[in-house]
């Protein structure tokens, strides 16, 4: 069984990195500490390298590839051992002139070179690696990305042939693709990843899931979040599809959405919060699907962010910070376009009332008072930005309030008739403004046994600075 390092290395194999191919290539070439000698499978890995320019790949296949190996990869290998053979690798020499006379054997010629004619090359026989051996010839390649650009029908016509010659040569599925180490070249899987999205349920729905599964065991992220859905039999939001798989496999469905999520798609860790929230499920778990759900909206899933800031708002009664939390997710989903968390986000911050107390004194405000009274001009400020009443302005702790995306207005602990409450944070001016008052705070104790004092100190203090101000809107 491989161990740790070695699994970490087959995934990055797999999912296309040249180095992990040549470690895996090396690993099966000369026998790992869980992975046995296979020099086949070796040869498809160093072949995968050497096509990423990992000169040391073609190095070892010219070194210790043998003939009766390299020849059932003929065309894909013949260019590796002439490099090798070029770059004065001994051991490619026999195997080069070898290769060259099956060749000439294959294409009709009378007899194979002198040196060779003794070597009878056994019949071909199929390989588990030689699935792959269809190509796509370039111009071919070249073709159907211009036809992708402009008319994916026209794409899907021509690619048709294709696709039905490589799933012919491919494995049945994508767990005999995992056994016999399949995998397509790159042209190959976007192939297959480009018919899974454009070809239609209904019926060809035998070759739709054959290029979901092998695209998918290639490593393509969103054949691997269809192919999750549809061992669920759900839909993207979670609901259940009258049409898909007979019987629903969880188990197969969460390994897929793994896959896809940890390739950056939310959109599969959100489907994996709705399969841990089924009844039918057998390890339906509400803490898993409340950790995946959370990890969606962290990506960005609207949806998932929506779900967490009502989930956070049902459950404020439990926790203080709750609407803190909910009042984020729900700004994060109505930038995204989400009428309904606008129309949560109501409820959870209302908007703020219009201080009228504050105008007539804005009226009065000078360079000179703005600079003997620095704390007080700022806490007028805020209550100018976000509409905060009397008490609210002059006992608001800055610091704490402060939550990023909203201030906390909470003085109940100085004024007893104080409630309470969220202000979002909407436009870049008031953040901007409330960083700067912030800074101002960072160093001063703004408690009743502060430097600023208690209420009707701070309430005193701001009626002898501004003397011109109507005193019934100064009243305690």
């Avoid at 009709?108 to 090359?121: E, L, Y």
């Avoid at 599925?173 to 999205?197: I, T, V």
């Avoid at 008052?437 to 703004?446: A, K, M, Q, Y």
Wanted: aromatic share 6%; net charge neutral.
């Amino acid at each position: 069984m491989a161990n740790r390092e070695e699994l970490g290395i087959i995934r990055g194999a797999r999912a296309g990195d040249a180095d992990c191919q040549l470690a895996l290539g090396k690993l099966y070439l000369f026998g790992g500490a869980g992975l046995p000698l296979n020099v086949p499978t070796a040869l498809h890995w160093l072949r995968r390298a050497a096509q990423q320019q990992r000169d040391e790949a073609w190095q070892l296949i010219g070194a210790h590839i043998p003939f009766d190996v390299a020849r059932h990869s003929l065309a894909e290998v013949l260019p590796w051992y002439q490099r090798a053979c070029d770059a004065g690798v001994a051991a490619a020499a026999p195997v080069l002139q070898q290769l060259l006379a099956l060749r000439a054997q294959q294409d009709g010629c009378q007899a194979p070179p002198p040196d060779t004619r003794s070597v009878a090359p056994p019949p071909r026989r199929p390989h588990p690696l030689s699935h792959n051996d269809h190509v796509i010839a370039p111009e071919q390649h070249a073709q159907l990305e211009r036809l992708w650009q402009r008319d994916h029908g026209l794409f899907l016509q021509q690619a048709r042939l294709l696709l039905q010659l490589l799933l012919q040569a491919a494995p049945a599925d994508a767990e005999a693709a995992r056994a016999s180490d399949w995998q397509a070249g790159p042209q190959q899987l976007s192939l297959l990843a480009r018919c899974a999205e454009l070809l239609a349920p209904g019926d060809i729905d035998a070759e739709l899931q054959h290029c979901r599964e092998l695209a998918a065991h290639c490593g393509e992220r969103n054949a691997q979040l269809a192919l999750g859905l549809w061992f669920a039999r759900m839909d993207g939001d979670g609901k259940r599809l009258s049409h898909g798989i007979a019987a629903v496999n969880f188990k197969r469905a969460i390994r897929w959405l793994t896959l896809a999520g940890e390739q950056g798609l939310a959109e599969a860790w959100f489907a994996l919060s709705r399969i841990y929230l089924k009844p039918e499920f057998s390890q339906r778990c509400v803490a898993e699907a409340q950790a995946y759900l959370e990890r969606a909206a962290e990506m960005g899933h609207c949806g998932a962010q929506l779900e967490c800031g009502m989930y956070a708002w049902r459950n404020r009664r439990t926790d203080e910070l709750s609407d803190v939390r909910a009042a984020y997710w729900l700004q994060k989903a109505a930038a995204q376009g989400c009428t309904e968390a606008e129309t949560a986000l109501a409820r959870v911050a209302a908007p703020p009332k219009e201080a009228g107390w504050i105008a007539s004194i804005v009226t009065c405000l000078t360079r000179e008072l703005l600079e003997s009274q620095p704390l007080l001009a700022a806490r007028l400020e805020l209550a100018t930005l976000f509409g905060l009443s009397r008490a609210e302005a002059l006992l608001l702790d800055v610091n704490a309030a402060d939550q990023g995306h909203c201030l906390v207005v909470d003085i109940r602990a100085s004024y007893g008739r104080g409630k309470r409450r969220l202000v979002l944070l909407r436009t870049a001016r008031e953040r901007q403004a409330l960083d700067r008052i912030v800074r101002l705070f960072e160093s001063i104790d703004s408690g009743p046994d502060g430097l600023e004092g208690n209420y009707r100190q701070r309430l005193y203090r701001l009626k002898t600075w501004l003397p011109a101000a109507d005193d019934d809107l100064l009243a305690a």
